[in-house]
C-alpha cells in the first residue's frame, strides 16, 4: 500500500518533470509575459501545443510520447516609429550658395504592429550657417515645416506648434520638408546641419524622453481606427531623429537609389516528365538604398509613387512588374505583402510597363489567368505612401505555369522591373533585376541619356531608357545579359534575366558543360557554353611577341539527363573556325586513370590520336560525372592581346577547344554529329587577357601653340616644345568573352595594379637625359586619376624607390618618378578603364 506522502510527493515530482520538459520543447508562453513582436499584428492569437518524447530509464530504448494542453496568446499592441534623412534639394538649382533656399526631406515610418498618428513639432534644429525659414513650393508658409501623407504628391503646411497626422498604417510613412535659407556671411565648406526630432545619437524607436522637438507616436483612441486594438502600446511612448547635412559651395544630389531583386524558386515537376504541367516560382524584394553605392556624392532619398494607370484612373504608385514570359501563363493570382496590391495587364507586352493600363486583382470582366501579359505589386496608398532609405521590402511572390501548348526544350526568361520617383524632385526612378546596382546604374554610371546636366543623377528618362521587360528569343536575351547565378549577381547596364531552359527527358540525353554546370548555356546555345582560363604570360613580354605558353588545365561536368543508363564517349572535336586554333595544340582528356593525348591538325580542323577515346560506361541517369581536359598550345603561339591577327578572318582572341560528349551509336569511337546524342563545351585558353594600350597627347600649357595632330591621343610620336604639357594615358581592357548564356566561367581581372616608372627602361621621362641639370619632364600635381576605383601611390628619387607625395620639381628627388595604380575592383570582360597623368616639358 502506498503512503499518501510519498504519492503526493510522486505527484509533484511528476509535474515539475512536465513544466521541465515543457520549457525545453518550446512551450514558454504559458509562463511568460505576452510577446512583443514588432512586425505580427496586434492582437493576433497564437496557440502553441507542446510536445515531448522520453524514455523509462527501467525499460531503455522504448520511447514515450506526451502532449501539453494548449496555451493562447495575444500578441501585444507595440509603437514603433523610425526617421529616416530623405534627401536635400536646392529650390534654386546649382551649388549651396548664399540666400538659396534648401529643401531637407525625412521619412517617418510606423515600424510598430498597430496603427498609430505621429506628434510632428513645427521646428527643426539647425547649425552653421542656416535658418528654418522660407517660403517651400506647393503653397507652402513662410518659416513653416510641410508633411505629406500620400507620397509627396500634396504637402500640408504644419500652420501651429505642431501636427498630429492622421491614423498611419503599420508599415506607412509619413514625409515631412523642412526649408532652410543660406544666411549672409556662408562661406564655402561651412556646414548647414538640420535635425528633425531630439533623440541622443539619432537613436531610433526610443522610449520618449520628453524633449523640446520631439517627433513621437500618437496612440489613436480605442475604437477610432480599424485595426486599433484596445489599449495602450505596452512599450509606450517612442521617439525617434535624423540629420542631414551639406556643404555650401557643394551642388546637391537628391535621388533615390532602389534596386529589384528577383530570385526563381524550384520548379514543381508535377512528378511527370513532360513540362507542360510545371510550375515555376519567383521571388521579388525591393530595397532602397541609405548611401551611395554609385561613389556620385548622391543624398539618398525615399522612393515614392510615379503616375500609373490603376482600374482606369491615374495615380501615384510605386510598381514593381514582371512580364509573362513566352510560353508560360500566370499560373493563380499573386497574394501581396501587408500594404501592397497585386496587379495585372492584359495589354500587349510591346506596352511599357509604366504606361500600361493596370487592374487590381481579382479578375475583372472576361479577362483570365492566360490573358495576362503582366503581373505587379502596387503600394496602397492608404497605408504606403514612400519606402524610406535603408528599407528593403520582400513578400512578392509570382508563380508561373508552362503552357499546354510549349514544347521541349522552352527557355523561360524574364526580368522584373521598378518604377517610382524621388519625392524632392519627382525625378523618375526606374530599375530592372538581375544585379545589384541600384536604379539601372552600370556602377557609377546612371542609365544612358538620363543625365542631361552630367552630374551623375538622372534628371529624365528618354523612352529607349525603359525597355520593355519582355525577352523575345536568344538575341535578345544575350543582348540583355544573364543572372546566371540567380542571386542577382548579373553584371552590365540595366538589368539581367533570370533564365532556365525546361526539358522532357529523353532516353538518351547528354549535357556537357564547365564544372558543375554541365546545362550551362552560350550565346546561341547549350553547344557553346565555355570556361575562359588564361597560361601564364612572363614578364616584360611585348605586344606582337611569340611564347610557348605553358599547359593549362580545365574541369568539365557531364550529366546524363536522359532516362536510360548510357555510355558516353569524350573527344576533342573542329571549332567553329579551325584557323582560330594553333596548329600542333595538343589536348589531353582525363577520366580516372585513363587519359588519351589528341594533336590538332590546323590544316584539316581535325584533332588526330594514336589511342582509342575515353568513354565512361553505364552512367546513370541524373549521374553527375567529372573529367579533365589539358591545353598545351605550341611555341610560337601568339598573345591573345594582339590586335593584328594571325591570318585575314574573324579570329577570337582566344584559342577555343571544343569537347564534345556522345554517345557512340556504332561502337566506332568517331564524333558524328548528325546521327549521334551529344552535347559540346568550350574549354578556351587565352595567352594573357588584360590589354594595355599606351597613348600619348599634347597640351599647350605655357609653351608654343601645339603642332599638327600631336594634340589627339594615339600611339604616334609626337614633338613637344618646352612648356608643353605631354598628357600619357594607358587604356587597360579586359579582351576575354563575356558571359552570355548561363554558367559559363568568365575572366575577371582582379589585383589591377598598373606601374609607370619613369627611371626604367625603356622609360626615361623621369630622368635629366641632356645633362642639363634638371630632370626633362616634371609631374603636374593632380593630373594623375583612373577612370575607375583606384589608388594611387607615387615615388621619387633616381632609382625611384622612395615613397613620396603627388608634387612637382626639377630634380628626381623634388618630383614624381614612378606612379602605381593599385585598381580597388575587378576589372570585368569588355571593361575598358584609363589611367592618366602629366608631365610638363622643362
Known sequence: MVNRNQSVNKQRQLYQFLIATALLTGSLFQFLAPVLADGTTAGTSISNTATATYEDPNNPGTTINATSNTVVVTVAEVAGITVSASGITDSNGGSVEVNDLLIYTYTLTNVGNDPTKFRVPNLATTTGPGTVSGILPNGGTANNLQYSTDGGATWQNITGTEVITASVAPGGTVLVRVPVTVQAGAQTNDVITVTLGNTPGNAQNQLRSPDGGDVYTVDNADGTVTGEVAGAPVN?????????????GSTLKSYALATVLKVRGVVDTNNTTQITDDKIPYSLSLRVESNDPTNNGISPAALVGTPINVDGS????????????????LAAAPTPPPGWQAVYTTEPVTTNANTANWKTFPLKGADTLPGVTRVGFINNPTTITSIAPGTTVNGFSIQLAVKSTATSPLTVSNIAQLFGQTPSTNALVYDE???????????????????????????????????????????????????????NTGTGSGGEANSIILQTPVASGILNGPQNAPDATGPSGNNDDFTNKSSLVPAGTLPGAKLDPQSVGFTNTIKNNGTSTGNITLVPTKPTNQLDLPNSTKVTITYNSQSVVYTYDQATGNFTTASTPITISNVASGALINYGVEVDLPANTSLSTDTIPDYTGDKEFGFPIPIAAFIDANNDGAFDKNTEVYNITIDRVYTGFLKLLKVSRVLQGTGTVVQGNDGTFSIDPKKPAPGNIIEYQIQYTNISDPQSGTGNVILNANKVVITEDGTKTPNNWALDNDASGQIDTSNIVGSAKDSGSATIQFFSGNSATSSGIDQTGTTANTDVAKYIDTVTDTIAPGIQRTFTFQRKVN
Open 236 to 248: 509606450g511612448t517612442r521617439e525617434a531623429s535624423a540629420t542631414e547635412q551639406i556643404k555650401v
Open 314 to 329: 491615374n495615380g501615384n504608385y510605386i510598381l514593381v512588374s514582371d512580364a509573362i514570359p513566352a510560353g508560360t501563363q
Open 433 to 487: 533585376s538581375g544585379d545589384q546596382n541600384p536604379s539601372n546604374y552600370d556602377g557609377s554610371t546612371p542609365p544612358p541619356g538620363t543625365d542631361t546636366n552630367g552630374d551623375g543623377v538622372p534628371d529624365t528618362l528618354p523612352a529607349a531608357s525603359v525597355s520593355d521587360g519582355y525577352i523575345n528569343d536568344s538575341t535578345d536575351l544575350t543582348n540583355t545579359g544573364t543572372d546566371t547565378g540567380n542571386n
